[in-house]
Nanobody
Framework: QLQASGGGLVQTGGSLRLSCVDS????????VGWFRQAPGKERDFVAS????????NYADSVKGRFTISRDQAKNTVYLQMNSLKPEDTATYYC?????????????????WGQGTLVTVSS
């Protein structure tokens, strides 16, 4: 139901925009988020947004560089990533919660899309 795309290879300092489409229009009233997982590491929180966009949270490591947004008309959640660093290299996952507002932990989210790989070269 959640389909992520937009990953790729980019140089340090570059930008990418990830998209996550809710193909069945299931999560318009739910909080959504992005997580990432680097090889050999745990899946970490990146950003989240409440159902109406009124509450947004970011991991400290991406504040000021990444922006989460959603277009309800297109049933799509975005993650705009600027000033990318090699340490941002990971597989990025979009997720949705059962509730309109949620936290930043893995188990706050109930539905997951497939990942999209982002590689930042130095």
């Amino acid at each position: 139901q959640l389909q992520a795309s937009g990953g790729g290879l980019v140089q340090t300092g570059g930008s990418l925009r990830l998209s996550c489409v809710d193909s069945r229009r299931t999560f318009s009233n739910n909080a959504v988020g992005w997580f990432r997982q680097a090889p050999g590491k745990e899946r970490d929180f990146v950003a989240s947004m409440s159902w109406n966009g009124g509450t947004i949270n970011y991991a400290d490591s991406v504040k000021g560089r990444f922006t989460i947004s959603r277009d309800q008309a297109k049933n799509t959640v975005y993650l705009q990533m600027n000033s990318l660093k090699p340490e941002d290299t990971a597989t990025y996952y979009c997720a949705a919660a059962r509730r309109a507002y949620t936290g930043s932990k893995l188990n706050d989210f109930n539905y997951w899309g497939q990942g999209t790989l982002v590689t930042v070269s130095s």
